[in-house]
């Protein structure tokens, strides 16, 4: 038995802003954009740019449309049953999204650009920071939620767990992800400061950190699971850690050798 608990928050979360009135995770998600490309610009500012500002453009739309492609994808295909039997496909892939899908396909899209333009140098490390900053503010809006968008986790009889609009006491999985969002922020700048990185490596330690939490995180969401006992998003993570194993196995690749 779950104990029920009230909370004064209603969800999802709605505000008001003169006449129109719509849920909050469409101003967060868009907030988190925009800020997170505003301290992009600002941290380009700071530090440099060792990319060429003509490829740097070209990386930023092979990132938007790659990140777009794969977090619709891999959306629509959480729940293939769903993804079979849509009467409209393309509205079922559209309407569907999840950040993993997002990261894995912004990758694809950068890397296949910089093939194109022959660029040699890393692109990832000055997205990192925004990208993480972007998330946390995005999943403020997931949590606003509750049960009406698929971020919330499984029933719990843990202490903390949160009456998310069911009446059930479930794992608030968007906090989890908030509150590892910002752990691994704090890791990252604290390993940076500690070893000279070469070019890249904390792009590459982000996306093993989220993509390793993400697949762990799952098995406390609901959602379908194929016979093996695995969603698509895990799968996705583990193709991603794939990726990178030669870095998981061998991670002083991430240190510049005269400093290893």
């Known amino acids: ?6 909370y004064p928050v209603e969800y999802p979360v709605y505000v008001s802003v003169g006449a129109l009135h719509f849920p909050l995770h469409v101003l967060t998600e868009t907030l988190g954009m925009f800020i997170g490309f505003r301290y992009f610009l600002y941290l380009r500012r700071r530090q440099g740019d060792k990319v060429d500002s003509g490829n740097r453009i070209w990386s930023v739309i092979g990132a938007t449309f790659g990140a777009l492609l794969g977090s619709r994808l891999l959306g ?8 079979l039997h849509a009467d409209n496909l393309l509205l079922y892939i559209y309407q569907n999204k999840t950040i993993v899908g997002g990261l894995l396909g912004g990758l ?21 920071y925004p990208l993480i900053l972007a998330m946390v503010i995005g999943r403020i809006g997931c949590f606003s ?5 698929e971020t919330y ?29 910002l ?22 330690l982000f996306m093993i950190g989220y993509l390793l939490f993400r697949f762990l995180l799952d098995f406390i969401k609901p959602g379908y699971r194929f016979a ?33």
């Open 153 to 181: 986790g499984v029933p719990t009889s843990l202490p903390w767990g949160m009456n998310l609009g069911d009446g059930l006491l479930r794992h608030p999985v968007s906090l989890y992800e908030i509150v590892y969002l």
């Open 1 to 6: 038995m779950y104990k029920i608990i009230s």
């Open 76 to 83: 629509a295909l959480e729940n293939p049953p769903g993804l």
């Open 145 to 149: 939620m509750g049960i009406y968008e």
């Open 108 to 128: 694809i899209g950068v890397e296949s650009i910089k093939k194109i333009v022959g660029e040699r140098q890393s692109t990832g490390d000055l997205y990192t």
């Open 183 to 204: 752990l691994l922020w704090r890791l990252l700048r604290m390993v940076s400061r500690r070893y000279r990185l070469v070019s890249g490596a904390r792009f590459q």
């Open 228 to 260: 093996f006992g695995l969603g698509s998003i895990q799968l996705a993570c583990l193709a991603g850690l794939i990726y990178y194993a030669p870095v998981i196995f061998f991670p002083s690749r991430l240190i510049e050798k005269q400093y290893a």
